[in-house]
């Protein structure tokens, strides 16, 4: 019974890990649409609000169109217009005293991670971690600038490194670029070998289909 419990959860975790992980994501797309809305109902004449709160328990409404809103901004946001509003618009936020701070430290570390000529979490990284005679792998996020490279003056790398089982979670570090090891694995690989806390090895899913393929 032991054997075959365990068998049974080996199928069923990443389903339900799976399903879960879509659940939240879909959860949090319809929590913003259920914030909008519910703002605009409260604004609206009451003749219109139960119109509205019918439109909005609809199932899937609110994931539609949050989607669909994101996808028309982005398409609108890579024209000279849409440059040109976004720039004024980041221009007004900057100028509001509490909203300054947040919106500006959220952009940057935004534009930092998603840009696609960024170097953030592109590099996968051996480093001496918690003393010299044990390795652990990083990620690369940058390179010290300003006062911080000025003070260090020998190159360094800043790097952040993820925790087991939970990889959300970790330390940023900045390190001596000499006492690191560049890996050529893929990011994703780095972090199932993280995950699965070294049970599964990096291109292991390419081993797997290229065994299928040969039988």
Do not use: C
Request: no cysteine.
């Amino acid at each position: 019974m032991k054997k075959y419990f365990i068998a049974g959860i080996l199928v069923w975790s990443p389903v339900a890990i799976t399903i879960w992980v879509i659940t939240w994501v879909l959860g949090i797309l319809d929590g913003v649409f259920g914030s909008v809305m519910k703002a605009i109902i409260t604004i609206m004449p009451s003749s219109f609000s139960s119109n509205l709160q019918v439109f909005r328990d609809l199932p899937g409404v609110g994931i539609g169109i949050v989607i669909i809103v994101i996808v028309l901004t982005g398409l609108f946001a890579i024209t000279i217009a849409g440059r040109w509003i976004l720039k004024v618009w980041g221009q007004v936020l900057n100028r509001i005293p509490i909203v300054r701070s947040i919106y500006s430290s959220v952009k940057q570390v935004s534009d930092t991670l998603l840009s696609s000529s960024g170097q953030a979490f592109r590099q996968v990284v051996l480093i001496r971690y918690p003393h010299e005679n044990s390795w652990v792998i990083a990620f690369q996020t940058g390179n010290p600038v300003g006062e911080v490279a000025e003070k260090l003056g020998t190159p360094h790398i800043h790097v952040f490194l993820p925790t087991t089982p939970n990889p959300t979670s970790g330390f940023f570090m900045i390190v001596p670029k000499d006492s690191v090891i560049e890996l050529s694995m893929s990011v994703e690989d780095a972090l199932k070998h993280i995950v699965s806390m070294g049970s599964v090895p990096p291109n292991a899913s390419a081993e797997i289909s290229s065994s299928l393929n040969s039988n």
